[in-house]
């Protein structure tokens, strides 16, 4: 495994150098972890709920009341925060091979939602707790300012009254704001594992159709940054800051200038294509303004597309953050929460079905509150073993090692005709064999990528990292062939086997190969004969 994501660096401030993050000994640092998301700033869709009625705290809070009355939802509140995250799900966090943790906060768990600034300091004790954890288990931890003051989106993701983004167009929101950084500033200033401060979460949200465009509030935008920095560098000297661009951190017109000499570019990276092209224009950037680059948010998407995108990321020098930690009934966050029974009388009745009554309503939240606990979750093994390319992944055969590049990675003898490579690397085909009526339910993209597979002939060749093998260790691969093929399949430049590949009905699997222990390693696939077109790679 990489050496940068080795905990024994998480120690002392980390600081931009050039295109790099290192820590006080001025090792370089390379981020690898996950967002808490829901716990301090819930979302309704990590509850299965998908309705504007039940999308964000405020209506979610709203909806609990109504269900259990005040009383009960007071202390369904107080408990689910004091379990939802806890010093158990730091410790696996780490234990699974991670360095790093976001910490998403609503400005109104420290914040009364109250003319002028009122403190509540059982928010700052949450957070409090969370860092000494983290210290605990060597995680650096980034503050989040996920739900600023009035919103700094204008969608449900940071708990705005009406999706408009009021911080930016409400003096008392933008004082807030403001008010809000200085006193993380001052609390934290002094806490090394505090890695940094993301000052706002995706800021003015892209629209479509027929929304409003929120792009004029650009200008505001960019002055919230100058006046929060200047506000906590009167505080703070030591922290790294997190700048994040508008359009759900995508766009990067703000990135004209450096605004701060300690601060790296963060951005977020959801439903594409999980090669090279999604980090160009960063890395474009990254070069221009010589500060390192964070892809602070990302994930929910199936474990195949992690094993392609955050390797990827990690040869780049790009550390990532994936989001989130633990959400209801999934297989694509470490941790999945178990429906409790009755689950679906909660989510009928915020989409306008019957009330349940509140004895029943409280018994099913009480499981809830249960069931949110780590140890009563579902662990999701392959998800860890994708996001660090380990055995227990399963690669597509598209996305083979796109560095260090052509004739050493890849052959590329094919004609360059394949759309998803740009025109870069081996001949791909598309799989007709998907229903269309499950394409049509899917991301475009997602149906582009899942389509293809790799064709290969003579005297071509594709590679796949993977890491920490063991003297147990073995892949196999999803093959199709139309008439008789021979592969060599080598190991770090040496041969392990070679197979010859029959014709069959449809796909077919290879022999496992036993792999030798390595902490780092690639497996190439040669072509001597034949015609093959390879579907997954199975590391196991």
């Known amino acids: 495994m990489n050496e940068k994501f080795s905990r024994s660096r998480v120690k002392g401030f980390l600081r931009a150098e050039g295109r790099s993050i290192v820590n006080e000994d001025g090792e370089e640092v390379l981020l690898a972890g996950w967002g808490l998301g829901n716990w301090l700033l819930p979302e309704g869709y990590m509850w299965t709920a998908h309705n ?112 408009v983004p009021r911080l930016f167009t409400d003096a008392d929101s933008w004082d807030k704001g403001i008010r809000l950084w200085e006193a993380l500033a001052e609390r934290y200033k002094d806490r090394w594992i505090v890695g940094g401060y993301d000052l706002l979460n995706e800021p003015l949200k892209q629209t479509y159709g027929g929304e409003k465009s929120v792009d004029y509030l650009v200008p505001k935008l960019i002055q919230f940054y100058e006046e929060a920095i200047a506000a906590i560098r009167a505080i703070d000297t030591k922290h790294m800051l997190s700048i994040e661009g508008h359009h759900w951190a995508t766009n990067t017109s703000i990135f004209f200038k450096r605004y701060d000499d300690n601060m790296h570019i963060h951005f977020h990276r959801y439903a594409c294509l999980p090669d090279i092209s999604a980090y160009e224009e960063f890395l474009a950037l990254s070069e221009r303004l010589n500060q390192p680059l964070w892809l602070g948010e990302t994930g929910e998407n199936v474990t195949e597309w992690f094993a392609a995108m955050y390797p990827l990321a990690a040869d780049l020098n790009i550390g990532y953050n994936l989001w989130p930690w633990k959400k209801m009934n999934c297989a694509n966050s470490p941790y999945s929460i178990p429906l409790p029974d009755g689950w679906d009388k909660i989510m009928d009745y915020t989409k306008g079905g019957v009330h349940p009554g509140h004895e029943q309503a409280r018994a099913i939240l009480d499981d809830y509150l249960a069931n949110i606990k780590l140890a009563n979750c579902v662990y999701n093994a392959e998800v860890a073993s994708a996001v660090f390319r380990t055995p227990g992944c399963t690669v597509r055969a598209t996305d083979f090692d796109e560095l260090p590049g052509r004739g050493e990675a890849y052959s590329g003898l094919r004609a360059e005709s394949n759309p ?111 015609t093959v077109q390879l579907e997954r790679i199975h590391f196991n």
């Open 52 to 163: 504007g009625r039940f999308d964000r705290p405020r209506r979610m809070e709203a909806v609990i009341r109504e269900l259990t009355g005040s009383a009960y939802a007071e202390r369904f509140w107080a408990e689910f925060r004091e379990h939802y995250v806890t010093r158990e799900d730091i410790r696996a966090m780490a234990e699974q091979g991670y360095n790093s943790v976001r910490i998403p906060i609503n400005w109104r768990l420290l914040m009364e939602d109250e003319p002028g600034i009122a403190w509540k300091e059982e928010g700052f004790l949450l957070i409090d707790r969370c860092l000494d954890w983290c210290e605990e288990f060597k995680l650096y931890a980034f503050l989040d300012l996920h739900g600023a003051p009035g919103g700094q989106t204008g969608a449900n993701i940071d708990d705005s009254i009406d999706d």
């Open 420 to 530: 998803y490579r740009y025109r870069s690397k081996t001949g791909m085909r598309i799989v007709e064999d998907t229903p269309i009526e499950q394409l049509e339910k899917r991301f475009f993209f997602d149906v582009l990528w899942d389509r293809f597979l790799l064709e290969m002939g003579p005297e071509e060749f594709a590679t796949y990292s993977i890491n920490d093998t063991t003297a147990d260790s073995t892949v196999a691969f999803d093959y199709r062939c139309l008439t008789p093929a021979e592969v060599a399949v080598a190991q770090d430049g040496r041969e392990l086997c070679r197979l010859t590949l029959e014709p069959g009905d449809g796909k077919q699997r290879s022999a496992a190969i036993p792999l030798r222990a390595r902490s780092e390693s690639t497996v190439r696939i040669a072509v001597l004969s034949g």
